[in-house]
């Protein structure tokens, strides 16, 4: 497609189970995106990639979030042991270059993670 | 610490009416800031941005004016349509060296009534 993608669209866990979401990118992004919003809330920087390099992690909740990137394609951001406050909707974007001045970040329609 | 806020949540305005959506900021540092706009199930999209060499960006019907004083923006939507109905995202531009990201406000839910 052309544009970012993500799945699943919506995912409903139990507590304490583990999570997967995928990020597909739009061909030929260099950098990847990954924000989260929570009801009532802005969008909550998590993790940026260059490449399949994460030079900033520091937006990640705790140690039971962790991402990764495979070259300049799909990401996958990982939540074990899931927790009700993880409830939210996560979205990926992607741009050409790094840099947000150089190009727009195009973002995917999210995946909205409800924990029960 | 919320460093960008948008401090009305929602607004309704009449179509045809100006539309104008706030967003303040407190890093002094702070030098480039961008709108996104999101409709229900979708991700946000670009909008338009502002350099703070500038004080006023125009595209369309659309304009942010930048008062770096008082670390404001604003963002005018004339005249509105009924389209233009979404949630409005202000961002700034937090990137340090390697580093790049932007920061987001918490939204304002704009509802043009026709």
């Known amino acids: 497609g052309a544009g970012v993608s993500q799945s699943p669209s919506n995912k409903v866990t139990e507590k304490g189970k583990d999570v997967e979401l995928r990020c597909d990118p739009i061909?030929?992004?260099?950098?990847l995106y990954w924000y989260r919003q929570r009801l009532g809330q802005g969008l909550e920087f998590l993790i940026y990639?260059?490449?399949?390099?994460?030079?900033?992690k520091s937006g990640l909740p705790s140690d039971r979030f962790s991402a990764e990137r495979t070259g300049e394609s799909v990401s996958t951001l990982t939540i074990q042991r899931t927790q009700q406050e993880d409830s939210a909707v996560y979205l990926c974007a992607s741009s050409l270059a790094s840099g947000p001045r150089n190009t727009e970040a195009f973002f995917g329609q999210g995946t909205r993670l409800t924990v029960v | 610490d919320q460093q960008v806020k948008q401090n009305s949540p929602s607004l309704s305005v009449q179509e045809g009416r100006i539309s104008i959506l706030n967003c303040d900021y407190t890093n002094s540092m702070f030098d480039y800031f961008l709108w996104y706009k999101k409709y229900p199930a979708e991700g946000p999209t670009f909008l338009i941005s502002?350099?703070?060499?500038?004080d006023k960006n125009e595209d369309g019907r659309f304009t942010v004016f930048l008062n770096k004083s008082a670390k404001h923006l604003s963002l005018h939507i004339v005249p509105s349509q009924p389209g233009d109905s979404a949630v409005y995202f202000c961002a700034a531009d937090a990137s340090t060296s390697g580093t790049y990201k932007y920061i987001f406000g918490t939204g304002t839910r704009l509802k043009v009534l026709a």
């Open positions: 990639f260059q490449g399949n390099s994460a030079p900033d």
């Open positions: 502002i350099s703070s060499i500038k």
């Open positions: 061909s030929g992004h260099t950098a």
